[in-house]
């Protein structure tokens, strides 16, 4: 595993909760990485979870917290059209049937979408456009934070899975 960005010790508070972020999307990337598609599709029981299925939730998650939730954009696909009533761990069990580029694929172009996102949406205390089912709607600064806990519960995670696959690991 390749070495990732560390976040600047000393800088604003945008400055940092993005460059966290960052980090914390090249760790679940790095831990991904280099692996077959048998290997990516491979759980550690008595867990469904796979490193493929991480890939496709993160991109899924990115797209919802700032596309949708933050800006207010209707779902794009491939979210739009699953019955998420229906299959609520959708991006989990359909990774395993998606080729290794095709993941790598959707989840970066899901962080560079939310990059755009971010470079309209500067002010870390700017609402949400949508509300959460409590009615309250989060700060850009909630979200960052929000997903900065998402990526790293699930590098931890992948960290797990990826060692049982290959002995790898990594801070």
């Known amino acids: ?31 991904a990485s280099g692996l077959t598609a048998e290997q990516l599709r491979t759980p550690l029981p008595p867990s469904s979870l796979t490193l493929a299925g991480l890939l ?8 919802n917290w700032f596309a949708h939730v933050l800006r207010g954009d209707e779902p794009a696909q491939p979210w ?29 172009a899901a962080t560079a979408a939310s990059d755009a996102v971010l470079a309209e949406i500067t002010d870390l205390d700017h609402l949400a456009a949508r509300q959460r089912r409590s009615g309250e709607r989060a700060s850009l600064r909630w979200i960052l934070l929000h997903m900065i806990e998402e990526y790293a519960r699930h590098a931890g995670h992948a960290d797990l899975i990826r060692e049982s696959i290959d002995g790898q690991t990594g801070e």
């Open 1 to 31: 595993m390749t070495d990732r960005t560390h976040p600047p010790m000393a800088a604003g508070e945008r400055e940092t909760l993005l460059a966290f972020l960052d980090f914390q999307r090249q760790t679940l990337r790095l831990k």
């Open 56 to 63: 496709k939730h993160a991109a899924l998650v990115e797209d």
């Open 80 to 108: 739009a059209s699953v019955d998420w009533d229906a299959d609520p761990d959708w991006e989990f069990r359909t990774a395993n049937q998606d080729a290794p580029d095709d993941l790598f694929a959707l989840f970066d």
